[in-house]
């Protein structure tokens, strides 16, 4: 007997544009809970509740511990808007508990192809860029001609490693 307990089963879950988040509690109390609920900005879930078509707070199950259970979440597509904290908190007669998920919001890696148009690819010249010059006793037009010479020198030698990646894969 005593105050509740709250334990996120993965409290730091990855998400991806368009794609569903699942956040999944497991809690107990003794004496029992009178009251769970998902907390979410400025939201609130009950569990065995849909939202729209937005979130689904699945019903309490029962775990094979005594006095425990499991609640589950899923926020059906995720995006850059959603905020990236999620809450679950449990109340008893003796006490309350919270368990929180932090969502690492991630693009997914867009793969690059080796395809070309079949129009004809235009190259351009490399930019020169042109970095000011602070607190130095040497003439900044030669420091501006050696960056712009390092930044020519790392798209030449980028340039060499894409072709020779290119060929491999071939």
């Known amino acids: 007997m005593g105050a509740p307990t709250a334990v996120a089963r993965n409290a730091t879950p990855v998400a991806y544009p368009g794609s569903p988040l699942h956040l999944s509690v497991e809690f107990c109390a003794n004496p029992p809970a009178h009251a769970a609920r998902w907390l ?20 309490v199950t029962d775990l094979p511990t005594p006095f425990c259970k499991e609640a589950r979440l899923t926020y059906v597509s995720m995006h850059e ?26 693009l997914r890696y867009k793969t690059m192809t080796n395809s070309v148009d079949e129009e004809e690819e235009e190259l351009s010249e490399p930019e020169e860029i042109h970095f000011p010059v602070f607190g130095s ?34």
């Open 40 to 59: 979410h900005g400025d939201r609130v879930y009950t569990p065995g509740n849909q939202y729209g078509s937005t979130v689904l707070a699945y019903g």
């Open 81 to 106: 808007r959603v905020p990236r904290t999620f809450y679950f908190i449990v109340s008893s007669p003796g006490g309350v508990a919270e368990a929180m998920f932090k969502v690492n919001f991630t």
């Open 137 to 170: 006793s040497s003439n900044p037009v030669s420091r501006i001609v050696l960056v712009s010479f390092h930044l020519n020198l790392l798209l030449i030698t980028f340039s060499c490693i894409m072709f020779v990646s290119q060929n491999v894969l071939l």
